[in-house]
């Protein structure tokens, strides 16, 4: 009886522990649920600390490595640049972080520590006697680059409040200098119209007809259903997200404070964004996998460049909420960052899916990659915005995939 007694206790007490187990495990999954901000912030410092603790102690030309595309058209030239590069696509990914006052101890301790490093290192690459001196007259990808740099002192006004005064016209001739280039006629022109929606911005002299151009040939591009082409021909690639819907959302903003000359357009702008996030959400995968096509394809999460911007910017339509696109992006992000050759040596490989070189162009370096920062954008949202807080939701294409009743999509005349 004593023996029976002791293995009901025995079985019970196994079966307690066993109860305690599985009642953490699912308490664990619940809570990683509700942490995806913490899983961005902690990607993103991983792909940005060897770049901004660098350039903070004068060693990102020592640090960084040299590669460039197996299909390089110049090498030197493209090492050369590559600095600014890395400098402009890193800054006007996490400029809304920084801008922003929110978030738990670990995170603004996080912050400091980044306001810290991106100053010195603005100060650092605008010095000529610095090693990481950055000179903006190289070449006329400097002026693509160039616009980069602009579009996050855009986004994060602090960041050019926090540089004196000495520093803020260094800043403002560099950018000035890169009107030396004649921009490439396809969506380099949008390049150009953005540092003088910078100059405007910040109340510098501004050339109206640069932004003008842009402006008009970009709607002599648009082809349809939100989408504009990308020159003279139209290419099924990211193009419109890497670069065309983010910057005439952003040129709108500042170029509608200083003239009413555009409201028309700028209406049907902002209903192509509107469009363009609806088709950018449906394209992600229930795993976070997206097609593959076109050209700088290595950029990777910045594929999805506008639809974050558009989480930023509290402009997503009513047909996205605001939890079903941050569970997609989430997902976008770890898939194309759980591969253990995306980084070597703490720096980003070019690729997709991990290290694949065949996947680059020509003009791919080191610092080309670091467009997919603009995947982390929604960080500049406080942790209290519903894009955050909102339980977790299934994206459209989960909802499709699982076999759920979904409203079809249909095309939209927005010229």
């Known amino acids: 009886m004593k023996i029976s007694i002791i293995k009901i206790s025995i079985c019970f007490f196994i079966l307690l522990i ?14 990683a649920a509700l942490s995806d901000r913490q899983f961005w912030l902690q990607q993103m410092d991983k792909m940005v600390r060897p770049v901004l603790s660098s350039l903070a102690t004068d060693s990102l030309k020592i640090n960084m490595p040299q590669v460039t595309s197996i299909y390089v058209d110049n090498k030197e030239q493209r090492i050369k640049v590559q600095y600014v590069e890395v400098l402009g696509r890193v800054l006007s990914g996490i400029a809304p972080w920084l801008q922003l006052e929110d978030g ?22 605008l010095d000529s006697n610095a090693k990481d001196f950055m000179n903006y007259d190289i070449g006329g990808q400097q002026l693509v680059d160039a616009s980069f740099v602009a579009l996050a002192f855009i986004r994060a006004p602090w960041l ?29 022109l949008l390049f150009s119209a953005m540092n003088e929606a910078f100059l405007a911005k910040f109340g510098y002299s501004w050339d109206p007809m640069r932004v003008d151009y842009a402006l008009q040939q970009m709607e002599q591009w648009y082809v349809g259903d939100g989408m504009y082409k990308d020159g003279n021909t139209y290419a099924f690639d ?40 609806i088709i950018q ?47 997609a992006l989430t997902a976008v992000i770890r898939k194309t960052l759980e591969s253990s050759t995306t980084y070597k040596n703490g720096w980003l ?67």
Not at 163 to 187: A, E, H, Y
């Open 160 to 188: 050019w409040e926090h540089l004196d005064k000495k520093n803020q016209d260094l800043m403002m001739k560099s950018i000035v200098m890169t009107r030396k280039f004649k921009p490439v006629f396809s969506n380099w």
């Open 238 to 277: 990211y193009y419109n997200s890497y670069v065309i819907h983010p910057y005439l959302a952003t040129i709108s903003n500042i170029i509608g404070k200083k003239t009413k000359d555009y409201n028309a357009m700028f209406d049907k702008i902002k209903k192509r964004n509107e469009r363009f996030a």
């Open 349 to 415: 490989t070019i690729g997709l899916y991990g290290h694949q070189p065949e996947l680059a162009d020509f003009y791919n370096n080191q610092g080309s990659p670091y467009l997919c920062t603009s995947i982390f954008l929604p960080l500049g949202l406080p942790s209290t915005d519903p894009f955050w807080s909102n339980p977790a939701a299934k994206w459209s294409a989960q909802k499709i995939w699982s076999g759920e009743n979904f409203a079809n999509d249909h095309s939209l005349d927005l010229r």
């Open 104 to 125: 738990d101890l670990a995170e603004v301790a996080l912050r400091k520590q980044y306001r810290e490093w991106v100053i010195k290192g603005l100060k650092n690459s």
């Open 18 to 31: 066993c109860s305690n187990a599985i009642a953490q495990k699912k308490s664990s999954k619940k809570v």
């Open 281 to 327: 959400e449906r394209l992600i995968n229930v795993d976070g996998t997206y097609p593959a096509t076109g050209r700088s394809i290595i950029y990777r999460g910045a594929a999805f460049h506008h639809l974050a911007d558009m989480a930023f910017r509290k402009a997503l339509p009513k047909q996205l909420s605001p939890e079903q696109v941050r569970c």
